[in-house]
């Protein structure tokens, strides 16, 4: 059984993930990805690098707790959610949601979901490489907003 | 007395130079240990302040409110910066 959440420092092939999490399921016809990566600027600054720190052990419940969350308000099949930490990158690839169902509209909001949720509610932080030093980056109010729209109360930023 | 192991991440682990302690609290919810904890050195007077965005969670969950989350002997508690993955 291919696991649900995955926190690691490797890379991941998206096409590999959608293969796997649609191999066994004849019922699905439509799967949704989304992929973050890591940008070489923020907040009007130059990003050389950026190092991905995690709560081992509460990052992948809290994921978890988010894919059953999904489950109960979407007609999903299955969802898969790979998260790096450590070093990375400009142009690297940091997360992936992916998420199956037999028409793509309860897809799409799924995947829409289970990344607004991630942003504000799972334990991750980045701290950000800049010509000027080091910098923990600020979280964003517009995340907290985001899950809002699916009546669920961030309070992060 | 309960035995709690606290946490620390991100911008407050590196500003108390440790990510874990120990500690023997009377405290009973969340809030209480943090104020505890403010008492402790100047370094956490000034990591954990009130009012400075500190998010916490209780047993590996978040904490929607300090004063209501009540410990016990054994609690992992963790106090870190707001979160910034995905």
């Known amino acids: 059984m291919q696991p649900r959440v995955s926190i690691q420092t490797e890379d991941f092939d998206l096409s590999a993930e959608v293969q796997r999490l649609r191999a066994t399921d004849k019922g699905v016809g439509a799967v949704c990805t989304f992929v973050g990566t890591v940008r070489d600027r923020n907040d009007g600054q130059p990003v050389s690098a950026m190092e991905l720190e995690h709560y081992p052990g509460m990052t992948e419940a809290a994921i978890e707790a988010m894919i059953d969350e999904a489950h109960r308000r979407f007609d999903i099949l299955g969802a898969r959610v790979i998260h790096r930490v450590g070093a990375l990158q400009p142009l690297d690839q940091i997360v992936l949601v992916a998420v199956t169902s037999a028409h793509r509209g309860q897809s799409f909001q799924a995947c829409e979901f289970l990344m607004d949720y991630l942003k504000t509610q799972a334990p991750f932080w980045k701290k950000e490489q800049t010509p000027e030093g080091a910098r923990w980056v600020d979280a964003r109010v517009s995340d907290d907003a985001a899950l809002a729209r699916w009546g669920i109360e961030a309070r992060n930023a | ?86």
Do not use: C, W
Not at chain 2, 34 to 47: E, G
Not at chain 2, 70 to 77: R, S
């Open chain 2, 1 to 86: 007395m309960n035995r709690i192991q606290v946490r620390y991440f991100a911008s407050i682990r590196e500003a108390l130079g440790t990510g874990s302690e120990r500690i023997e609290t009377s405290a009973a919810t969340v809030a209480a240990l943090r104020a505890q904890l403010i008492d402790r050195s100047p370094a956490h007077a000034q990591a954990l302040a009130h009012g400075k965005a500190v998010r916490s969670s209780l047993d590996q969950r978040m904490v929607a409110d300090e004063a209501t989350a009540a410990l016990h002997d054994g609690a992992e508690v963790a106090f870190f910066p707001p979160v910034t993955g995905g």
